[in-house]
C-alpha cells in the first residue's frame, strides 16, 4: 500500500522558513495529486497546498500565497513544501496527502486517500 512519510518540521522564530518533505512509497508518485494539510489542536484538518500529478498546477490556501510553495520531484518520489516567512499562526502538525485524482486540484480532506503522520511545525513570536 501508499505510504507517506513526512519530515523536515521543527522550532524556528517568526519571519524563519522551513522546507517539508513527504517520502512517497509503495506506487510512485506521480500516479497522484499530492497535498499539504495542517491541523491545529482540537481543530477540523484544513488545506494548505495543493499540486497535480506533472507539478503544472497548484493551489494555496490564501493566508499562505505568497509565502509557501509546494514542489515535487516525481523522480525521488518526494514531495515538498517550502515555508517561508512563517508566522506564530502557522504552528500546527502538517499533514502530506495523496489523491488518486491526480490531475485534479483538491483542497477538501474526503478527496484524499492516503495521510502521513505529521510532522510538528512550531513558530515563536
Known amino acids: 500500500q501508499v505510504q507517506l512519510v513526512e519530515s523536515g518540521g521543527g522550532l524556528v522564530q517568526a519571519g524563519g522558513s522551513l522546507r517539508l518533505s513527504c517520502a512517497v512509497s509503495g506506487r510512485t508518485v506521480s500516479s497522484y495529486a499530492m497535498g499539504w494539510f495542517r491541523q491545529f489542536p482540537g481543530e477540523e484538518r484544513e488545506f494548505v497546498a495543493t499540486?497535480?500529478?506533472?507539478?503544472?498546477?497548484?493551489h494555496y490556501l490564501d493566508s499562505v500565497k505568497g509565502r509557501f510553495t509546494i514542489s515535487r520531484d516525481n523522480a525521488k518520489n518526494t514531495v515538498y513544501l517550502q515555508m517561508n516567512s512563517l508566522k506564530p499562526e502557522d504552528t500546527a502538525i502538517y499533514y502530506c496527502?495523496?489523491?488518486?485524482?491526480?490531475?485534479?486540484?483538491?483542497?477538501?480532506?474526503?478527496?484524499?486517500?492516503?495521510w502521513g503522520q505529521g510532522t510538528q511545525v512550531t513558530v515563536s513570536s
Open positions: 496527502a495523496a489523491s488518486p485524482f491526480r490531475d485534479t486540484i483538491l483542497v477538501r480532506t474526503t478527496e484524499y486517500d492516503y
Open positions: 499540486i497535480n500529478w506533472s507539478g503544472y498546477r497548484t
